[in-house]
């Protein structure tokens, strides 16, 4: 009597169990309908290429062998390409230096990741889906660097009168954390001298945003702004 108290009991326990297992398993597969319903909702977290159906091809790039994969609305400009299984799509205006990177998922057509460069310097979160929609991942390209690209653009306004948000203006721009000599984060940005083919130099120091060093560079010159500042710092330091 008592051994069949206790089968009846694990035949209840037994019950109850797969009745929470498929209940957690259908509440789960709702959220995940949901989100990704909202996720085909959304016209930028979906590829569909009937949205740039009224965009133009680029002629800037009629020689290109990718020639369908340029286009262009107003100032607005689109590139768009697919690597493996992987649907990349890259936003820009003319009038800005703010690039917006997304990828999809080439199966579902679904957000893959996200995120926002300047310059080709990727700033702020970037995003990383998987091919349900499920947010899975953030990584904040701002982390190392206390002072951020909106500050450095503030600093080149004030101290200098230089919109390098002016695409017209940048030579170039990277940041990265240097380890081997100033053991900080540093900007390296090269802005053009309008009727030369001189280009400014400046390293701006990631954490404090103060200027270290500047070097005026020729056309053709094949120097090392850190290098030559590195050069500075050993001459003084020998009395130099």
Not at 113 to 139: D, P, R
Not at 201 to 206: A, Q, W
Request: charged letters at 25%; a negative charge; glycine letters at 4%.
């Amino acid at each position: 009597m008592s051994s069949f108290n206790i089968s009846e009991k694990m035949k209840q326990l037994l019950i109850l169990f797969l009745f929470l297992v498929c209940f957690h398993g259908n509440s789960q597969q709702k959220i995940e309908t949901t989100v990704f319903n909202e996720i085909k909702n959304d016209p930028m977290k979906t590829f569909d290429i009937n949205f740039y159906k009224d965009w133009e091809l680029n002629p800037e790039y009629s020689m290109s062998i990718n020639t369908n994969n340029h286009l262009m609305k107003g100032n607005e400009r689109l590139y768009f390409s697919f690597r493996d299984k992987t649907i990349v799509v890259i936003k820009s205006n003319i009038n800005t230096q703010y690039i917006y990177k997304y990828d999809y998922y080439e199966k579902t057509k679904t957000i893959q990741s996200f995120g926002t460069a300047f310059c080709n310097v990727k700033i702020g979160k970037w995003s990383y889906y998987n091919e349900m929609g499920n947010l899975i991942e953030e990584q904040d390209m701002d982390k190392p660097y206390k002072f951020s690209v909106s500050n450095l653009i503030e600093k080149f306004k004030n101290d200098y009168d230089i919109d390098i948000e002016n695409p017209e203006i940048v030579f170039n721009l990277c940041r990265y954390e240097e380890k081997q000599f100033l053991n900080i984060p540093i900007y390296d940005i090269g802005i053009n001298k309008y009727g030369t083919n001189d280009t400014d130099f400046y390293l701006i120091d990631g954490n404090t945003g103060n200027t270290l060093f500047c070097i005026t560079l020729k056309e053709g010159d094949e120097i090392s702004p850190l290098h030559e500042y590195q050069k500075v710092i050993e001459n003084e330091s020998k009395g130099f």
